[in-house]
């Protein structure tokens, strides 16, 4: 979970600027879109680190891991879809927010890599 904490605090330092100059391009769904897709991202991630964490638990059973994985991306599709189809959020920007937060999974992920 270090590496889950280490890419929120490294990620709020581009997030808060990239908010910031949003709310000066659209006041409402552009920053919305651009927090909400961070949000997502970091709350997949989340996930994705527990459902690796319970690979190497022997008590997990790898189907009921597959079943919560499917269950969580459906759950993302459904949100995502929903705010996109009642235009709640800037679609544009939930994808800069995605994308922030996928930056920094890489970067941590090369950072991890390099110090093995």
Do not use: C
Not at 64 to 81: C, D, M, S, T
Not at 87 to 116: P, Y
């Amino acid at each position: 979970m270090e590496i889950y904490k280490a890419i929120i605090k490294k990620s709020l330092f581009v997030l808060i600027p990239v908010l910031v100059a949003s709310v000066f391009i659209e006041s409402q769904k552009l920053p919305l879109g651009i927090f909400l897709g961070w949000l997502f991202g970091l709350t997949n991630f989340k996930g994705m680190v527990k459902n690796v964490q319970g690979m190497t638990d022997i008590h997990m059973v790898k189907s009921k891991l597959f079943v919560l994985g499917i269950f969580r991306l459906g759950i993302l599709f459904a949100a995502i879809f929903a705010l996109a189809y009642f235009k709640v959020v800037n679609i544009i920007g939930m994808l800069v927010g995605f994308t922030i937060v996928f930056v920094f999974i890489m970067i941590e992920g090369l950072n991890a890599a390099k110090s093995e």
